[in-house]
């Protein structure tokens, strides 16, 4: 496993770290020292990884960002993100004031197998741990799901890194802790930022009162079907108050940890006369139902009506008969719109990766410092979605952590 060493290159006010050898990818950011907690990044990477991208028919490559925050020299890592490669900028949101480190390498899907959606590579690289927390180094774990489908080669790509400061007294302003709790109260975890929050108060304040009563309504009178259940076999130590703080009790904790009824034990947990379970509310009230369901039911015959088995037997014939149809149809539409030949789908598959490699022709370097901006990118890089975040970066504060 080879871990290269990063040099800090720095042009002009724009600063990039990049891999040993001057290698693959370049990251840019306006200023190490921030002035928000979200950060826009940019990136380019040399013409001899794209060129080896379409030597791989790579057709998705994408940027792997891991993040780490020094805390007095010991690095953790905190954030993940990944995103397109030919998306060529980025804004990297930070939920801790202090010095951080920002690694980014590629990673791919196997040409020959099966393609993992962004959503399916995310979770498997949340699972791994790519920094040394003593030294800042990215460390190279095993880049590939366990059937080998997606993967990535840094010995033969490299990394790049890039320190930044975020400073303290630009996160979002904590609301009121009521607010807080209120807002928040049908989600676990607590909201990124601003724009999180705006949302999930949104539907505090308008369709979460009348759930949120209908919900309390059901669950005092579930609490209350199960203290009477309790009542009804004697149960001694019963939460009452269950029924007037439905937040802080869950669903069937009006029982006491450890049961006992007051028909079977004595207050000192000494066994009672077999007589006493006789009395017992809810052993008399089965009694009582078996008699009555034996009175409704004494004298009746029970059996099956011929005109119903007819009807059954017509309705598994209708089924059977619609299952076979959709059998025989599908084979028609084979015959119908065959599979494409190999030759036919490996054309297909060079053009299309012709396309990409001249799609990532702008994001080469060249050797001059790039402005992480959008104004400064290609006008086909300028996509709704960096414009979107953007604009979120000024609006959506996220909160301190």
């Given at each position: 496993m080879?871990?290269?060493?990063?040099?800090?290159?720095?042009?002009?006010?724009?600063?990039?770290?990049?891999?040993?050898?001057?290698?693959?990818?370049?990251?840019?950011?306006d200023?190490?020292?921030?002035?928000?907690?979200?950060?826009?990044?940019?990136?380019?990477?040399?013409?001899?990884?794209?060129?080896?991208?379409?030597?791989?028919?790579?057709?998705?490559?994408?940027?792997?960002?891991?993040?780490?925050q020094?805390?007095?020299?010991?690095?953790?890592?905190?954030?993940?993100k990944?995103?397109?490669?030919?998306?060529?900028?980025?804004?990297i949101?930070?939920?801790?004031?202090g010095?951080?480190?920002?690694?980014?390498?590629?990673?791919?899907?196997?040409?020959?197998?099966?393609?993992?959606?962004?959503?399916?590579?995310?979770?498997?690289f949340?699972?791994?741990?790519?920094?040394?927390?003593?030294?800042g180094?990215?460390t190279?774990?095993?880049?590939?799901?366990?059937?080998?489908?997606?993967?990535?080669?840094?010995?033969?790509?490299?990394?790049?890194?890039?320190?930044?400061?975020?400073?303290?007294?630009?996160?979002?302003?904590?609301?009121?802790?009521?607010?807080?709790?209120?807002v928040?109260?049908?989600?676990?975890?607590?909201?990124?930022?601003?724009?999180?929050?705006?949302?999930?108060?949104?539907?505090?304040?308008?369709?979460?009162?009348?759930?949120v009563?209908?919900?309390?309504?059901?669950?005092?009178?579930?609490?209350?079907?199960q203290?009477?259940?309790?009542?009804?076999?004697?149960?001694?130590?019963?939460?009452f108050?269950?029924?007037?703080?439905?937040?802080?009790?869950?669903?069937?904790?009006?029982?006491?940890?450890?049961?006992?009824?007051?028909?079977?034990?004595?207050?000192?947990?000494?066994?009672?006369?077999?007589?006493?379970?006789?009395?017992?509310?809810?052993?008399q009230l089965?009694?009582?139902?078996?008699?009555?369901?034996?009175k409704?039911?004494?004298?009746?015959?029970i059996?099956?009506?011929?005109?119903?088995?007819?009807?059954?037997?017509?309705?598994?014939?209708?089924?059977?008969v619609?299952?076979?149809?959709?059998?025989n149809?599908?084979?028609?539409?084979?015959?119908?719109?065959?599979d494409?030949?190999?030759?036919q789908?490996?054309?297909?598959?060079?053009?299309?990766?012709?396309?990409?490699?001249?799609?990532?022709?702008?994001?080469?370097?060249?050797?001059?410092?790039?402005?992480p901006q959008?104004?400064s990118?290609?006008?086909?890089?300028?996509?709704?979605?960096?414009?979107?975040?953007?604009?979120?970066?000024?609006?959506?504060?996220p909160?301190?952590?």
């Amino acid at each position: 496993m080879t871990v290269f060493v990063l040099r800090a290159t720095i042009h002009h006010r724009y600063l990039t770290k990049i891999s040993k050898g001057d290698q693959m990818i370049k990251l840019f950011v306006d200023d190490t020292n921030l002035h928000s907690p979200i950060a826009g990044i940019r990136w380019c990477v040399d013409k001899n990884t794209i060129d080896k991208l379409a030597e791989l028919k790579i057709q998705e490559a994408y940027v792997l960002f891991v993040i780490a925050q020094d805390n007095d020299g010991v690095f953790k890592e905190v954030e993940q993100k990944i995103v397109p490669l030919k998306q060529a900028m980025e804004y990297i949101e930070f939920h801790r004031p202090g010095k951080h480190r920002i690694f980014a390498c590629l990673v791919w899907n196997n040409p020959h197998g099966k393609q993992y959606t962004k959503s399916d590579l995310a979770l498997y690289f949340s699972k791994q741990r790519m920094f040394n927390p003593y030294s800042g180094d990215f460390t190279v774990p095993s880049f590939n799901y366990p059937d080998h489908e997606f993967r990535s080669h840094p010995e033969n790509f490299g990394y790049g890194s890039v320190d930044v400061v975020v400073p303290a007294g630009y996160f979002a302003k904590e609301p009121p802790a009521w607010e807080k709790w209120w807002v928040n109260l049908w989600y676990e975890s607590k909201p990124k930022n601003q724009c999180y929050f705006r949302k999930r108060r949104f539907i505090a304040y308008s369709i979460q009162p009348p759930i949120v009563l209908g919900f309390i309504l059901i669950k005092t009178f579930i609490a209350l079907l199960q203290i009477i259940g309790l009542l009804l076999i004697g149960t001694r130590g019963i939460k009452f108050e269950a029924l007037i703080h439905p937040f802080r009790y869950s669903t069937g904790d009006c029982a006491p940890e450890e049961t006992s009824s007051i028909f079977i034990t004595d207050s000192s947990g000494k066994k009672r006369n077999p007589v006493f379970f006789l009395f017992m509310p809810a052993v008399q009230l089965t009694i009582l139902f078996l008699v009555g369901l034996l009175k409704l039911m004494f004298g009746r015959l029970i059996g099956l009506n011929m005109d119903d088995t007819l009807y059954w037997l017509l309705a598994i014939d209708l089924i059977i008969v619609v299952m076979v149809f959709a059998i025989n149809w599908a084979s028609v539409l084979k015959k119908l719109f065959p599979d494409e030949t190999m030759e036919q789908s490996l054309a297909k598959q060079e053009l299309k990766i012709k396309q990409i490699k001249n799609e990532y022709q702008d994001i080469v370097c060249t050797g001059n410092t790039l402005a992480p901006q959008i104004s400064s990118l290609p006008a086909r890089r300028q996509t709704v979605y960096l414009k979107f975040q953007q604009l979120k970066s000024k609006v959506c504060l996220p909160f301190a952590s």
